[in-house]
């Protein structure tokens, strides 16, 4: 691979999208002429000076870009050694990175002349971000997701619907993520000519994985700076949670060739990583297979079946990871662990409590594992975690769990 000619982290992936053994595009016949126009579109609009202005733009004056760096006070005092930050994308338009994505990959879909966005969602934070991109560029869009996550994410359901999107719920599987997906492909190949798939995560045939960390590496590039005018220096530590992977990719990505900077992705440890699976730990607990049209760990049975996989917070329910999280993970240079629901609870609840910001269930993956390793580390350590999403969308979930029943919440 190019990687070993340049002694490089970030030349990934080579011609044929492959990141070491993983990665690839594993796709139908009928498909291959739609990847192989969005690999030739993205590759002219990547060294496109327009493309990116416009971008920029954007995420300047639409989204809220830069994000600020914040530095965790009370929550480094509780926990006694080493220093927190958090990126704070939560503060984005829509409430999570996920718009950071698909700005780029709309504005990619109406250079191609594409009028129709298609889109799986998990949380609903991606089907909302496309759903709000196409209200603001006056495109049809149409939102698959998992009947289950229809039901445990109904505020963006909602928020959908009043952006103009059409949700379709599907019931095929345990009716999440995985599902979606599946659906969402069986759409595009069978509407080829004016629908664009606008995939949340860095999962996918070649190009999705890359594309989607180009446009997520806005993360770790604003935190690059924002850390040396803080701190004068790099972090030490970078940790993100992982459901597909794009968040923790787009602030890992930047960091890659600085070896001093140690890199942390949490996986969904469910009601722990246990035979039963009850779990989303695809790297800590799963095998390598091919799912979504890339070579990738997956939760699988010994029949190489897909197993379902179980977290309480539905943008992490995906069974896979990221082919180029995979690669990392294999050659040493990202570390994987997983955080159980009740560990992320009581993150959540910690950050509510000592820092006033209502997290995502998925942040609060990240957040739980800096809880449990900055207390150990020196006070000069600088650690900063990526607040992917905000908690709103949570609020009933986070309840129920906590025993609150509906309208009794005081
Ligand atoms: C707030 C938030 N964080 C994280 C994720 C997981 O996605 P990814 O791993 O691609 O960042 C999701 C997915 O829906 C999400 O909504």
Not at 16 to 45: C, H, K, W
Not at 148 to 169: K, S, T, Y
């Amino acid at each position: 691979m190019a990687n070993d000619l340049f002694n490089s982290f970030m030349t990934g992936p080579d011609e044929n999208g492959r990141f070491g053994d993983f990665g690839g595009r594993f796709v139908s016949e009928t498909l291959m002429p739609l990847i192989l126009e969005l690999e030739e579109q993205y590759e002219i609009a990547k060294t496109d000076e327009t493309f990116w202005a416009e971008m920029h733009d954007l995420w300047t004056h639409y989204v809220g870009r830069p994000s600020p760096l914040y530095f965790a006070e009370r929550l480094t005092d509780k926990l006694g050694g080493a220093k927190v930050y958090m990126k704070r994308d939560e503060l984005n338009h829509t409430g999570a990175h996920k718009i950071n994505n698909v700005l780029g990959q709309i504005i990619l879909a109406r250079r191609m002349g594409k009028k129709r966005i298609i889109a799986e969602t998990g949380a609903g934070q991606h089907g909302v971000a496309t759903a709000t991109v196409c209200a603001k560029f006056g495109l049809k869009c149409v939102v698959y997701m998992g009947a289950h996550d229809v039901e445990r994410q109904a505020p963006n359901v909602f928020r959908m619907r009043l952006l103009g999107a059409e949700i379709i719920p599907v019931t095929s599987g345990r009716g999440t993520l995985k599902d979606a997906m599946n659906d969402a492909l069986r759409d595009w190949v069978t509407n080829v000519r004016d629908t664009f798939y606008c995939i949340g995560t860095v999962a996918g045939p070649h190009p999705y994985p890359a594309m989607v960390r180009d446009f997520q590496s806005i993360i770790g590039k604003e935190v690059r700076e924002q850390m040396t005018e803080a701190e004068g220096r790099l972090p030490d530590t970078v940790i993100a949670a992982i459901g597909g992977g794009s968040n923790a990719m787009g602030l890992f990505y930047p960091f890659l060739d600085d070896k001093e900077v140690g890199i942390i992705g949490v996986e969904a440890g469910g009601k722990g990583v246990n035979a039963k699976m009850e779990h989303c730990a695809s790297l800590t607990g799963g095998r390598p297979g091919v799912l979504h049209g890339n070579r990738t760990y997956l939760l699988q049975d010994d029949d190489g079946q897909i197993l379902e996989g179980f977290s309480i917070s539905a943008g992490l329910d995906y069974p896979g990871i990221g082919p180029e999280h995979a690669w990392l993970h294999d050659i040493g240079r990202a570390e994987y662990v997983s955080i159980t629901d009740k560990e992320a609870l009581a993150a959540f609840q910690v950050s509510c409590e000592l820092e006033g910001i209502i997290p995502a269930l998925e942040p609060s993956h990240a957040l739980a594992h800096v809880m449990k390793i900055a207390p150990d580390l020196p006070k000069d350590h600088i650690i900063c975690m990526n607040m992917c999403g905000r908690g709103d969308k949570d609020i009933f979930t986070v309840a129920k769990a906590l025993g609150f029943e509906m309208g009794e919440f005081a």
